[in-house]
């Protein structure tokens, strides 16, 4: 190690792994941090979390809905801006996560700098996600909004939509957090876009009913929190869902959530304390 490498090292602060009880104060702390960050970015920000599932509704809408007009009984543009409400929702909370949480420790080395605070690991974590699912949460809901613009019919299950968004935020950020401590470089990220990312979306009932694809891939689609997201966002919004069926998808984005909580926070302290 040179001099220049050794004096980097010397100048991190050092961090601790805080013991003591879960603060809620900290968390606050956190989604603070997160919250003066965003007033510097926020227009850039809500400008690719607009326009790009917009352009999806649009293109796939109209475009395909031509060819398709009605799906599962209801107008193709109805069907799929519900889904792609879900779909946003991932993307303005899973990539975050993964990319900016890595960025942040592996080159910012910032998570070292808010440990050595009285902040937990824990505490960190929960604050970075729910600041993204908060985030996401309001920005998912853009989509609903254009295709009511477009003839979706509103109704008050709709008021639903913003609280189903953001569990299923706080479960995506959990996980890309936990991606990104898992990961050790730049170029993973492409395994995890085009590998995962990808048959999440596809397979969810997002752009088409998953009655289509063969028994396996419904079996395995089961496991795909996104496919639980988009129910509840349909059965929201359409309604006609039974309370059992919301129960299950609901019981399987909160264990999710508790699964990622513990695997994120685990492999953040494995990354920058241990």
């Known amino acids: 190690m040179n001099l220049r490498q050794q004096a980097r090292e010397d100048a991190r602060p050092e961090v601790h792994a805080r013991p003591g009880r879960f603060e809620a104060d900290a968390v606050m702390g956190v989604i603070a941090r997160e919250w003066i960050l965003y007033g510097q970015s926020w227009r850039a920000t809500t400008f690719a979390a607009v326009v790009e599932p917009t352009l999806y509704l649009l293109c796939f809408g109209f475009g395909m809905g031509a060819l398709i007009g009605t799906l599962a009984g209801y107008s193709y543009i109805d069907f799929l801006g519900t889904g792609i409400v879900a779909v946003s929702v991932m993307f303005q909370s899973m990539m975050p996560a993964v990319i900016n949480t890595f960025i942040k420790r592996r080159f910012l080395h910032t998570y070292e700098g808010i440990l050595a605070a009285p902040v937990d690991v824990r505490e960190l974590v929960t604050g970075e996600a729910l600041w993204l699912a908060m985030r996401s949460g309001v920005y998912g809901c853009v989509p609903l909004l254009v295709a009511v613009g477009f003839g979706l019919r509103p109704g008050l299950g709709m008021l639903l939509v913003p609280f189903v968004a953001f569990l299923a935020g706080f479960a995506f950020a959990l996980f890309g957090i936990w991606i990104s401590a ?29 009655t289509e694809l063969p028994d396996w891939v419904q079996t395995a689609a089961m496991a795909n929190p996104l496919y639980h997201a988009v129910e509840l966002i349909r059965g929201a919004v359409f309604g006609g869902m039974d309370a059992g069926s919301a129960l299950v998808h609901v019981g399987v984005l909160l264990g999710f959530i508790v699964l990622m909580w513990f695997l994120a926070a685990f492999q953040m302290r494995r990354r920058v304390v241990d």
């Open 182 to 210: 898992v990961i050790s470089s730049v170029r993973s990220m492409d395994y995890v876009f085009s590998g995962l990312f990808t048959p999440l979306f596809l397979v969810a009932g997002t752009f088409f009913p998953l």
